[in-house]
């Protein structure tokens, strides 16, 4: 029992090490938890946008930094922010879809789930070319894999959670996204009221360290662009 603990709490401060994620993606295939690449370069995703308060601030913060990322957004939340969504791609970032609430995916029966996808996709495609998904809550089955394979999608997840949805602490998502990045890292930070302000403030202090080290932040697509190999499809 103290041993699990022990481990579970270098795990919870130190992020799984990479070969956990890599037999995580080669046991229950289907999603991008990370991507090889030699270069220094990770992806930032932002989850459950668009805020007219919080996103604009965190775009702010992107262009002060030259930093680009993916905008997995909740089409219930975009539906009346047209100009804003808008602005992320017109600022050089993507989106992707992140279905139509805020709930679990892994809950939808089959049927329910593919809905979900297609009724999102179905507002986010005006904006532009669609090319991932992030199911609700972060799990998935094969059958939603296939789902979102037939869409056109990728399912992508992330190899660097600071817990920010839960933990309001922005000293410790900040410092744990500086001690777990490697080259193809995925970031996963959130959007949206609280956990949206908190974001841009994480971002302003960790964006110019991860510039310090060499790091470039850019958006999904173009780390997945430049991989030597894929963890897993």
């Not at 029992?1 to 993606?25: E, F, K, Q, R």
């Not at 090319?131 to 799990?139: D, K, L, T, Y």
């Amino acid at each position: 029992m103290v041993g699990t603990a022990i481990i579970s709490g270098a795990v919870l401060l130190h992020g799984p090490p990479p070969w956990v994620l890599d037999w995580l993606a080669s046991h229950y295939p289907g999603c991008v938890y990370r991507v090889s690449v030699s270069a220094p370069v990770i992806a930032l995703t932002l989850d459950d946008g668009p805020d007219a308060a919080t996103t604009p601030l965190i775009l702010d913060e992107l262009r002060r930094h030259g930093a680009r990322a993916t905008f997995f957004l909740i089409t219930d939340r975009a539906k009346n922010q047209g100009q804003l969504v808008h602005r992320i791609v017109a600022e050089g970032h993507e989106i992707g879809n992140h279905f139509t609430q805020d709930r679990a995916s892994i809950w939808l029966t089959a049927d329910e789930f593919t809905l979900d996808l297609e009724e999102a996709h179905r507002v986010l495609a005006p904006y532009g070319v669609l090319r991932w998904a992030r199911p609700g809550s972060g799990w998935y089955s094969p059958t939603m894999v296939a789902a979102m394979a037939r869409q056109g999608y990728r399912c992508a997840l992330g190899s660097v959670y600071p817990y920010d949805a839960t933990v309001p602490w922005v000293a410790f998502a900040s410092w744990y996204i500086r001690r777990n990045t490697r080259p193809g890292a995925v970031v996963v930070l959130h959007d949206g009221g609280a956990r949206g302000r908190r974001t841009a403030r994480i971002l302003r202090s960790v964006l110019p360290s991860l510039q310090r080290q060499g790091f470039r932040v850019v958006s999904l697509s173009e780390l997945a662009a430049m991989e030597s190999r894929t963890i897993k499809r």
